[in-house]
């Protein structure tokens, strides 16, 4: 008919598409788990929104997910009474990819001739609705938005374009179709038409969504004969609501990978309950890999909020600082209003004060972990952490005792700043640091010679953050944090000191010349204990910003 409109693919969409019409991911039953997810996101948003908006005329009363198989089509369809969708936002959410970092992952994804490394990075960055694809050659979407009259049918193979139609007979909601590839178990392709497939598939992936998912199945009868029958599949337990003995570690990953969005195992599960005045449940996890957009300013931050069970909000930033952006999770506050926005949340005395909570709660977990999973830890997250030391004062204390420096003494291990002090030799007073855009360039510096001839350890630090969190904090446990760039470094014996004099008035005549020489590029020219190979080198004051600092502060605009 003239209403179907065909249309394509944003350009990132469609290569992201190629990947999975060609399934470079080998664990295809997960796509049923992003379709559940994505209408238990509609439902969510439904129950919301007519909690919100009490104009909208729709019936809550049986909010659910319906699976359904037809053995004979080969199809499977998945439906929800939600929110669904208009036109546009079909077209805007489906035919493109709004997730930050995607040109950067089909770049390194084109880049990399190791098949495992680009199906673990796939994995990271979940490929949400487009998953469908690796198990169907065609899939039918078709939605109408709550509130709305008409609805629109989509429909697509995958290969660079969709069809678009609207539609006057659609329910309220979304309805998504998968047209099954054949059943193929070299490929990892299961058969889902198969009853036991699915009910396995939603046990183990989607046990704990909130809405019932229900299939009609076949039930055997005592006389041999079989009778129809509608079953709810998962159990709905709202998993941060239980006791921790009462969830087992698969049950949290499996949570894990739903709020977070993520296909990776959690490096760390935190499960805590507040009691008192304002009685809350938190349920929060730590990744253990960095998201692309970490560093994105449009980058997801916070944490989910609920209100006794109910969906609020994503990325409830009033929760979590900025600094532990990474941490994912659940939060559920049982005296709040439902209607409650992100201005008044941040403004909240009761939200803040849980915060405080969550923050000592993470840094004492992150504190705990084990050797091996902080080194993933560190080397993942350790950069965002120390932003915590510019933003968050009160708990400089706990985020000092987090950080891991490379240092002169160990070429391989970072260091603790304690393990540091416990080696520090007799006499020495301060925490020499050097910083530089990488460990090469500080250890050729000439600034670090006379250190080493010391041997005086130096840490070295390389993310432009570090600069800037040094200068801030000043001293750990009493002891000052030196550049080894910066100012006179007192590193001399008395013995050494008597010499020194003894060469400054021998060269006083030379140094003013040269001061006089150099007047316009320097502020002073003077002997130096810190070289022994090099002839000479530039220092800066003890209140002069370094090179890099120089650099990050002109490259800010500043
Ligand atoms: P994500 O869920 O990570 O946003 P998806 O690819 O799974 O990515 O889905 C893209 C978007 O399409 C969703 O954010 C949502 O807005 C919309 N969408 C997908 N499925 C549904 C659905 N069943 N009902 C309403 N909107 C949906
Ligand atoms: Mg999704």
């Known amino acids: 008919s003239d209403r179907v409109e065909t249309l394509e693919f944003q350009a990132e969409a469609r290569q ?55 053995k004979d089509a080969r199809t499977l369809t998945v439906r929800d009474n939600g929110i669904g969708m208009s036109r546009d936002e079909v077209v805007g959410l489906i035919g493109t990819i709004a997730k930050s970092g995607t040109a950067e992952l089909l770049r390194t994804l084109r880049e990399s001739k190791d098949a495992a490394a680009s199906q673990e990075l796939i994995g990271q960055f979940g490929v949400g609705f487009y998953a469908t694809f690796m198990v169907a050659d065609k ?80 039930k055997p009868g ?59 449940e938190a349920l929060l996890f730590v990744p253990s890999h960095a998201p692309l957009d970490l560093f994105s300013p449009q980058g997801h931050r916070g944490v989910q909020l609920y209100v006794k069970r109910v969906f609020i909000m994503d990325d409830c930033d009033a929760l979590m600082p900025n600094y532990l952006r990474f941490v994912k999770g659940v939060v559920d506050a049982h005296d709040l209003s439902l209607n409650i926005s992100r201005e008044i949340l941040q403004q909240d005395r009761q939200i803040r004060a849980v915060r405080r909570r969550l923050v000592k709660k993470v840094l004492a977990t992150l504190k705990d972990l084990s050797a091996e999973a902080y080194r993933t830890f560190w080397s993942e997250f350790g950069p965002v952490v120390k932003e915590g030391l510019l933003e968050d004062p009160d708990n400089t204390e706990a985020l000092l005792d987090l950080v891991r420096a490379a240092s002169t003494h160990d070429p391989a291990e970072l260091t603790t700043l304690r393990d540091y002090v416990e080696r520090m030799k007799d006499g020495q007073t301060e925490i020499y640091y050097a910083t530089g855009e990488n460990r090469a360039t500080i250890e050729n510096s000439p600034h670090l010679e006379a250190f080493r001839a010391k041997g005086y350890e130096v840490l070295i630090l390389t993310d432009p953050v570090d600069e800037v969190w040094v200068e801030r904090v000043g001293a750990y446990d009493g002891k000052t944090l030196r550049s080894v760039a910066k100012g006179q470094v007192d590193l001399e014996t008395d013995e050494e000191k008597e010499r020194a004099e003894a ?54 605009g500043q």
């Open 222 to 280: 005592e006389d041999g004969t079989t009778t129809r029958e509608e079953q709810t599949l998962n159990s709905m337990k709202a998993l941060w609501a239980r006791s921790r003995d009462e969830v087992d570690e698969a049950e949290y990953k499996e949570f894990y990978r739903h709020v977070a969005r993520d296909w990776a195992d959690p490096l760390e599960t935190i499960h805590m309950r507040g009691e008192g005045t304002f009685e809350y």
């Open 139 to 218: 899939v039918t979407l078709l939605t109408r938005r709550a509130g709305q009259s008409g609805g629109t049918r989509w429909e697509s193979t995958g290969e660079g374009t969709y069809q678009v139609e609207a539609v006057d007979d659609a329910p309220q909601g979304t309805t998504v179709t998968l047209h099954l590839k054949p059943a193929d178990a070299e490929d990892n392709l299961h058969d889902y038409t198969a009853e036991w497939t699915i009910r396995e598939i939603v046990k183990r992936y989607s046990d704990f969504i909130a809405w019932p998912i229900r299939m009609t199945v076949d």
């Open 16 to 70: 992201l598409l190629q990947l999975m019409v060609h399934s470079i991911y080998s664990n295809k039953d997960v796509f049923l788990r992003e379709l559940i997810s994505n209408a238990s996101d509609a439902l969510d948003k439904l129950r919301l929104e007519s909690l919100v908006d009490k104009d909208l005329q729709v019936d809550t009363a049986d909010l659910h997910i319906e699976l359904e198989i037809d």
């Open 503 to 556: 060469e400054r008035q021998e060269y006083a005549d030379l140094l003013s010349w040269m001061s006089g020489a150099l007047t316009d590029s320097v502020k002073e020219v003077r002997l130096s204990t810190r070289l022994t190979t090099s002839p000479a080198c530039v220092v800066g004051d003890a209140h002069d910003m370094t090179p890099t600092l120089e650099k990050m502060y002109r490259a800010m």
